[in-house]
């Protein structure tokens, strides 16, 4: 059964008695839902809404928790990198330490990973590389979802003129593929840093995430709710983010949330190939680029910045996949 | 239908110019000044800086510019290079590669993800759907140049069965390797996306309908299942060729492989303008195409979509 805090956690209907209107409309709903369909069955499906749904779901994943968990410990990694190693990622001591093997009894130490060409401790690098990537993919997914939520509610809601330009608008952005145009953007800036690349993927990748909440928009605008919302003489903000905009916004977090791992990805690629993020900044991306010229005689200098990047992606996806399977009620 | 398509080639104008400009603005917008950079180390006579800016229109305002590329390009002038070989010649000569490359692993995307995501669609929580979930998540998270290297060192170096990069870009069997690299990635989103969209249709009414007059097992998942699920994968499938090509950027830089991505990655490196946007515009050309052939295949699979 329904727990209270569950239902708290996501309002789908405005508490009544907040305000005259507010009171008036869900007195109206209630009365008229109760006329057309079983009072039982509208009890339940007021108690468990799809948000406590979903979390009741995901809380019995264990793909779900093994993510988040991988997740959480990227993002301490990210803030706190001085916790999970003694090692200075930019000291570099040719003489003692070039291409030195990874060595296991040092474990958690310096020489873990061990060494790349310019002998600078492989595993310290790893671990300060996280913050490069998980600042632009969770910037970035913030940035496209706030960009793209608005522009495709604004594009849904209205309708007719503003949707046709705002439509030709996103479609403009749609055509430039992401990789391509953030090559272009970046190649003009004259210091690339986290921020000109947060900037760069924003600008390009918020289409996506405006095309599906304009479709979410125009599905749920139908609502009688809505409708009844209306009628009632709520606004259009209010009815823009009190009414459309919870019923909305699922799809949008699937999306976003998916698209977290591709953002990560999309920054190595750009690092990877001299166009993204710089030295002295500390990248994954620019650990594999410079490990391209050791591969034959030292793989390990390319494995382990690759799979850290490859285990950050995975872990979004999968929660990405795990909370998409959660809010869709079709594959249930 | 005749009028749907109107209105759908008459929507791709405002977009087809939109998207040049944009990236008109974002090439020709850079800091950085192409024309003093030919020159390198050597100092550039302003005269000469001037006459080259001048032959190249580089000293008329942005919007003047693009009008005259424009006016240019409908006569089938892509315009020429700082170099001084015309952008058409240089496309003509790397478009075929990227081309056979990105068709290679468009036909390999679409037989082996189809086939992935039809078995694990049909069989949910069996061995084979496991192993294609697994399977997928692991490609989608390893980044492109990272799989990249692995093939080539597995492939290349441990087996010998091919050589590391391309020798010859012009021999199709030397492409095989980069176009399954190139194709990995949308291969294991079709895979996804067709086992998600046979396990939705699988319960839809039709398909119970289907079953109960009798009709044999094959031309159900074949005549009903298939035709449906398939609408959401040609989607995907229309918007992936664009992909595919920018995709093949880093595929072909890693590979060798003497393409577009290639041509057009030096192109951006050494602020060639003329080629960047010569080349991008071909790329939204096509794009804007495909997307058209997918709205168009949408009635042809599905006999509920009437354009009026």
Known sequence: MPDIHDEDSYERHPKPGVDRLDFAGEQGMAVEQETLVEPDVVKREQARSLWGDAWRDLRRRPIFLI??????????????????????????????????RPDWTDFFGAGWFGYDAQGRSIYARVVY???????????????????????GMVAGYFGGAVDAVISRIIDIFFGIPLLLGALVLLNGFASRTVWAVVFALVVLGWTQIARVMR????????????????????????????????????????VATIALGGYIATEATLSFLGIGLQEPTISW???????????????????????ALSITVLAFIMMGDAVRDALDPKLR | MGSYVLRRVLQMIPVFFGTTFLIFVMVYTLPGDPVVALFGDKAADPSVVANIKHTY?????????????MGNLFQGDFGTSFTGRPVADIMADAFPVTIRLAL?????????????????????????????????????????????????TVFATNLGWTTPTVQDSYDLTQLVLPAVVLASLSLA????????????????????????KGLPRRTIITRHLLRNSLIPVITFLGTDLGALMGGAIVTEGIFNVQGIGNVLYRAINQKEGPTVVGIVT?????????????????AVLDPRIRYA
């Open chain 2, 189 to 212: 989103f079709v895979a996804r996306l067709t086992r998600t969209s046979i396990g939705e249709n699988l319960r839809a009414d039709y398909i119970r309908t289907a079953t109960a």
């Open chain 2, 282 to 298: 071909v790329l939204v050309i096509i794009y804007l195409v495909a997307s058209l052939l997918v709205d168009l295949l949408y």
């Open chain 1, 215 to 254: 479709g979410a928009v125009l599905t749920v605008k139908q609502s009688d709710y809505v409708v009844a919302g209306r009628a009632l003489g709520a606004g259009t903000g209010r009815l823009m983010f009190r009414h459309i905009l919870p019923n909305a916004v699922a799809p949008v977090i699937v």
């Open chain 1, 285 to 307: 991306g620019i650990d594999i680029s410079s490990a391209q010229k050791v591969i034959r005689t030292a793989p390990y200098v390319m494995f382990f910045p690759a799979a």
């Open chain 1, 129 to 151: 590389g996280a913050r490069a990537s998980i600042t632009v993919g969770i910037v970035v997914t913030v940035g496209v979802t706030l960009l793209g939520g608005l522009t």
């Open chain 2, 57 to 69: 229109y580089l000293d008329q305002p942005l919007w003047k510019q693009y009008l005259h590329y």
């Open chain 1, 67 to 100: 993510s988040v968990l991988l997740i959480v410990l990227l993002v301490l990694m990210a803030i706190f990198p001085w916790a999970f190693t003694d090692a200075n990622p930019r000291k570099a001591d040719l003489v003692h330490d070039y291409l030195k």
């Open chain 2, 104 to 152: 290679l692993a468009f036909a390999f995307e679409i037989v082996v993800g189809l086939a992935f995501g039809v078995v694990s669609g049909l069989k949910r929580g069996s061995i084979a759907d496991t192993l294609v979930l697994v399977l997928t998540l692991v490609v989608i998270s390893i980044p492109v140049f990272v799989l990249a290297y692995i093939a080539q």
